[in-house]
């Protein structure tokens, strides 16, 4: 009897002790569904943050079973002076945030709530002008980083030392930048006088990095090379974490070209023993400076899951968290977390669509929300089915409360096949469901017309200025030879590209002639920066001296959905003839883009 009584007792203590140790370890947190564990904190996000602020914010995210935290814009520099944002007795450091000490909030917060903080040390904004061979500036960069460690390290290692975890590198390393084994030497250099210089003072935490791709500057097989060289030559060690950003909020990867990217990383982190391999998803569309609705967010952990170690994101704090946006973000975020799907209701239907006229094939589209609007996070505006503008609740620090309207102005772009433009409005939600689409608003357009007579083909024009050498004409013949772009991409080497300056482009027609139409073939790739003109317009002359204008090209709208390059033929048709020998088209570029065009044509009946 007294056996028996003891396996019981037996029995239960192990069941106890199962149950213990499976509520408390990683095979509970484990399922089959991914979830971030940390996300980035930009601290200008937080410079009017209380101590109750952080302790809220830092809840949230531990809520949501995320341990770690990386914190950048702890100093930064401009020039030869260095702001710092933590309190500190150097008075040759000017401070970014007088009234409060981010820092030692963060680290307080993070250590109650058992969080582990990756600190930022310095980052100089000259990093995107400097060349990667510019060795002097690169070592000179990571002297100030070092120093401003050791200044972190003595300031708060001690006082928290369970929150004060490890470092991060602000330096974003792409493959457009460092595109040649050579230029990563410099990089490689660097680094490594900054490991040495923290390990001598034996302030060498775990570091993490995050680099970025771009698949329009080469491919995952060529990264997985780069990353192999600087592994084999670096003095990372175990524990250092190489974190990319998923680039799918920047644009830089189509969403189908994440998974193959990592795949290839994983490679290269494999050969470096030690190394652990994160992925940084990105939770924010560059094409409205949004948050992104979480079922594209948790398709990009679901593609990176199979590759990685761990995921954090850019940025809970700053697109999802309740101190910053709607909690709708928050709430169906939560519950995805919990019950391993996102909650999906019914949204209601947008009313009283209507689509007014501001001038010739110039539209005003507005709309009413539904008398029930919770759960809707936007709106989504379609053209003919095509999805042409997205509008988004937005944030408080970093948004633009006036973007969240109810009326977007539309100019479509004309073709030759349509007549008519129906708008239809759905309402969008959190997890990114849609309602069903309102009433549709139909408005006639002008459809283009296109003349029978192609007058300019393969005449001879001028150039001024010339195009950028990347994107040369150097036999002046691509622009009149009839030969468009065959591919969506500005290596197509029938698009001659400019660098922010106007360009005039005059074509001699080789005798004076009726001309009545012109066309204008432009290329938008806002990743390859690559966007339409401010303004366009047409002169003549018969002397090619004196130019007469005859009228602007009319610029569309860019559909939202237009993400990854896309043709734009302009027309401009007269509404009568004229006789010209000079047909020039004056271009004016955006500041600090590229217009990039493969065709002009001059037409006639």
Not at 69 to 80: A, E, F, R
Not at 273 to 287: H, I, K, R, S, T
């Amino acid at each position: 009897m007294k056996n028996k009584k003891a396996i019981l007792i037996v029995s239960i203590l192990a069941i106890a002790l199962f149950t213990f140790i499976y509520f408390n370890s990683p095979l509970k947190s484990n399922k089959n569904y991914p979830i971030v564990t940390g996300s980035f904190i930009q601290l200008d996000l937080t410079q009017n943050w209380s101590d109750s602020d952080w302790k809220k914010e830092l809840t949230y995210l531990k809520q949501n079973k995320m341990n770690y935290l990386v914190l950048s814009g702890v100093s930064q520099t401009n020039g030869n002076i260095t702001k710092i944002s933590y309190k500190n007795s150097n008075t040759n450091y000017p401070k970014l945030y007088p009234n409060v000490d981010p820092v030692d909030l963060c680290l307080k917060n993070a250590q109650k709530l058992n969080m582990k903080v990756f600190m930022d040390t310095n980052y100089n904004d000259e990093w995107w002008q400097i060349s990667p061979e510019n060795s002097a500036w690169l070592n000179s960069q990571m002297e100030r980083s070092s120093l401003i460690a050791d200044d972190l390290y003595r300031n708060y290692h001690r006082k928290y030392p369970n929150a004060f975890y490890g470092w991060y590198f602000p330096y974003e390393v792409d493959n457009a930048k460092f595109n040649k084994f050579n230029k990563y030497d410099y990089l490689i250099n660097a680094i490594n006088v900054h490991l040495k210089t923290l390990s001598e003072r034996n302030e060498r935490l775990p570091i993490l990095l995050s680099p970025f791709m771009n698949s329009s500057a080469g491919t995952a097989k060529e990264y997985e090379a780069d990353w192999k060289y600087v592994f084999s030559k670096t003095n990372f060690r175990k524990g250092d974490v190489f974190c990319p950003q998923d680039c799918v909020g920047s644009g830089r990867l189509k969403l189908e070209e994440v998974n193959s990217w990592y795949t290839a990383l994983r490679k290269a982190v494999d050969s470096k023993p030690g190394m652990l391999f994160w992925a940084n998803a990105e939770n924010f569309d560059y094409a409205n400076n949004s948050s992104a609705p979480l079922d594209r967010f948790l398709k990009q952990l679901t593609l990176e899951q199979p590759c990685v170690d761990n995921i954090i994101c850019f940025s809970y704090s700053h697109y999802y968290s309740p101190n910053n946006i709607d909690s709708g973000f928050n709430e169906a975020y939560s519950y995805y977390v919990k019950k391993g799907k996102l909650p999906i209701k019914k949204l209601d239907i947008p009313q009283n669509l209507t689509v007014s006229t501001i001038e010739k094939n110039k539209f005003k589209i507005t709309w009413s929300s539904p008398k029930n609007s919770n759960n809707i996070c936007g709106y989504e505006i379609y053209r003919n089915g095509t999805l042409i503008s997205r509008i988004m609740t937005q944030r408080k620090y970093g948004g633009n409360p006036q973007s969240f309207t109810k009326s977007i102005t539309d100019i479509p772009l004309l073709r030759e096949d349509t007549k008519h433009c129906t708008y239809e409005v759905r309402s969008l939600g959190f997890s990114g469901n849609v309602s069903k689409p309102s009433k549709p608003a139909v408005v006639a357009v002008d459809s283009i017309k296109k003349l029978p007579n192609l007058l300019s083909r393969n005449c001879t024009y001028t150039l001024l200025p010339m195009p950028h050498e990347n994107y040369n004409d150097a036999m002046l013949k691509k622009l009149t030879d009839g030969k468009f772009a065959s591919v969506n991409s500005v290596k197509d080497k029938a698009l001659v590209g400019w660098y922010t300056k106007p360009i005039d482009i005059t074509i001699d027609l080789g005798s004076s002639k009726q001309v009545e139409q012109f066309m204008v073939s432009y290329f938008k790739d806002t990743i390859s920066w690559a966007e339409l003109p401010d303004r366009a317009s047409i002169a003549v002359s018969e002397d090619g001296v004196n130019f007469t204008p005859v009228g602007l090209f009319r610029i569309p709208s860019v559909p939202f959905s237009d993400r990854y390059g896309s043709k734009y033929p302009l027309y401009l048709t007269l509404s009568r003839p004229i006789n010209a020998r000079y047909v020039k088209l004056t271009s004016v570029t955006k500041p600090n883009y590229y217009t990039f065009i493969d065709e002009f044509e001059v037409r006639g009946n």
